[in-house]
């Protein structure tokens, strides 16, 4: 017969378990503490009880496939967005795609994205209906606010009653039951600013759900950050093209120190205190033209061009334009140096040796060699982009670019005619000799002008020619 059971110990005390022999015949004796087992099983039944309820969700869900199947078109539709949005590059049809595949899932009968203006205030850029009508679409300014406000998004079952403590009314005169109102918050380079809102609305009451709010928000969330990558590609678009258009004006290194702030180049007209115009052109070139086909004229007008615009930017000239076989070109806008004007003048004299070089490639081909001419005056004039919203342009305006083009006129082949203005700067560092007076067209009387020859040596020029050539911001006053 089986053993008679050990006594149950009492608190603190110990029982001999019943146990296996041990390796020299004795028995494991382990010490335990009353155990009540009306606790234990409580305790055990709540643990069940709360694994249990983990699965009651998913139970439910499993019991009734079409949810189901509702969650995964929702999901399937939410990764076609990412993948329709994420190439698109054009902010209105990216929003106007956004509605269109919101409202597959979605069960509003109005949807509209809103934007921030430059000036802070929400302006609608996309908006849809589900009846597929183009009508206004009225919102609620009160719920817009207070998602931008609180940038957090809203689901309202019953607008009206949610928000009858501010404008409930609008809501009604509206027809807005129910809103489902996320913002569209930037997570790459704007600290978290709301760009715009993403409103969806319907007319009957409690017809979306916390999981409609949940798939809202997120789409929200992707829409900013795409719309935010497009902010950032046309900035860099809009950058590429200004870095083009500067160094195709400035000099390399004038360009650069705009382009990285250390200069500012303002845009609009502004008046420049003193600027020297350089005008050239090539005399004869008519007749030259009429002797050649356009193909051989437009080679040799870029080859010509090429040495020339070198030689400006070498002594950080500013290009202002080509006029036909002309060039223009500027000293003092919009980067200025105390020497613009001698700046010009020694870029006319080593253009004449750059030509010199090329009229010996020239006639080595059995072609003839060119003749230039060249004007420079110096004074005030407005500086600007002029031009309309499409095509802009830097350029100046006054009489000081009209004289210089006159005296470009005046001058013969292989001169460089200046005005008294221009001459006034050059404190001696050139040979010049001085011409007849000129009537120049505007003007009342005759200016003086002279013809610079070359450069003096070091040891004639006056100490007082030796100006800072620390270059200055022309825009800055």
């Known amino acids: 017969p089986p053993p008679p059971p050990p006594p149950l110990p009492g608190p603190g005390g110990t029982a001999p378990l019943p146990g296996r022999s041990g390796a020299h015949g004795g028995s494991y004796v382990a010490q335990g503490t009353r155990i009540d087992v009306n606790d234990q099983a409580r305790q055990i039944g709540t643990q069940i009880a709360a694994v249990d309820k983990g699965f009651l969700a998913f139970d439910r869900i499993a019991n009734d496939m079409n949810q189901l199947r509702a969650d995964y078109e929702r999901l399937r539709l939410s990764h076609e967005l990412s993948r329709e949005i994420a190439a698109e590059r054009d902010t209105t049809k990216l929003l106007e795609k956004i509605l269109t595949s919101v409202f597959k899932f979605i069960r509003a009968d109005r949807g509209v994205i809103f934007l921030r203006n430059e000036s802070g205030e929400l302006t609608p850029q996309a908006m849809q209906r589900r009846d597929g009508t183009t009508a206004p679409i009225s919102v609620s300014s009160t719920i817009l606010n207070h998602v931008v406000h609180e940038r957090a998004a809203v689901l309202t079952h019953d607008a009206a009653m949610d928000f009858a403590a501010s404008k409930g009314k609008s809501m009604i005169l509206n027809r807005i039951s129910s809103a489902i109102v996320a913002p569209l918050v930037a997570p790459l380079q704007h600290n978290n600013e709301v760009l715009g809102v993403l409103w969806l609305d319907s007319e009957t009451l409690a017809q979306f759900q916390p999981k409609d709010l949940e798939l809202v928000t997120a789409i929200a969330y992707q829409a900013a950050m795409f719309i935010e990558i497009n902010i950032l590609g046309k900035k ?55 002797s050649k086909r356009p193909e051989e004229l437009v080679v040799m007008l870029n080859e010509y061009f090429e040495r020339m615009v070198d030689t400006i930017f070498q002594f950080e000239g ?53 003749a230039v001419g060249i004007g420079i005056h110096t004074g005030p004039l407005v500086a600007g982009y002029i031009g309309s919203s499409k095509a802009l342009s830097y350029t100046v305006i006054g009489d000081v670019a009209n004289t210089s083009a006159r005296l470009c006129a005046i001058a013969l082949a292989g001169q460089i005619v200046i005005s008294d203005a221009t001459y006034a700067q050059l404190g001696g560092r050139f040979e010049t000799e001085e011409l007849q007076p000129a009537r120049v067209k505007g003007k009342d009387r005759p200016i003086p002008i002279y013809n610079v020859i070359r450069s003096r040596p070091m040891a004639q020029v006056p100490a007082n020619a030796f100006l800072n050539p620390e270059p200055t911001n022309a825009a800055q006053e």
């Open 236 to 290: 860099i678009e809009n950058e590429i093209v200004t870095r083009e258009q500067l160094r195709r004006l400035l000099s390399p290194n004038i360009a650069e120190r705009v382009l990285s702030g250390q200069l500012a180049v303002k845009q609009g007209g502004q008046h420049v205190e003193e600027c020297t115009v350089f005008n050239s052109d090539i005399r004869g070139f008519t007749r030259m033209a009429e």
């Open 318 to 370: 500013t290009l202002d334009k080509f006029m036909g076989d002309g060039i223009m070109a500027l000293w003092g806008a919009p980067v200025a140096h105390r020497d613009d004007a001698v700046r010009s003048v020694e870029c006319a004299l080593k253009m004449g040796e750059v030509l010199g070089e090329f009229n010996r490639e020239r006639l080595e081909k059995g072609e003839p060699p060119l």
